[in-house]
């Protein structure tokens, strides 16, 4: 929901900083299957932020595997595919996720209205 250049990733290292946690950033078009992001999030430890820059371009199968690990912390993995398909449930660590996008329009309602704040950035006024 904010611009190029207004410091989006700077202000979530300060966040990470402040919270005296550490911090993972990747990039949206980079998660491009659902298991990426279980790969991801799995390396997180407890407290840690995940700052996901250009969020909005998620698809929508790795968005429905974010969903449980942002509301409740844990991923549900199938393994197979047909009649051999099992799904497994990894426990995952409480997390901060800070998603970042250029163009609000392009968040899917149900990812938007999981986040618990909204922040828009602008460009600094010059006095």
Do not use: C, W
Not at 90 to 103: C, E, K, N, S, V
């Amino acid at each position: 929901m904010v611009p190029l250049g207004l410091g989006k990733t700077t202000l979530s290292h300060i966040i990470a900083n402040e919270m005296d946690v550490n911090i993972r950033t990747v990039s949206g078009p980079s998660i491009e299957r659902p298991g990426d992001l279980a790969a991801i999030l799995s390396g997180l430890q407890p407290g840690d932020v995940l700052f996901i820059d250009e969020i909005h371009r998620l698809s929508s199968v790795v968005e429905e595997v974010l969903y449980p690990a942002m509301e409740d912390f844990f991923l549900d993995i199938v393994i197979g595919k047909g009649e051999e398909a099992r799904s497994i449930r990894i426990d995952l660590p409480p997390f901060t996720l800070i998603g970042a996008t250029t163009r609000a329009g392009s968040l899917s309602a149900p990812l938007r209205d999981r986040f618990g704040v909204h922040l828009r950035l602008e460009y600094y006024k010059r006095n």
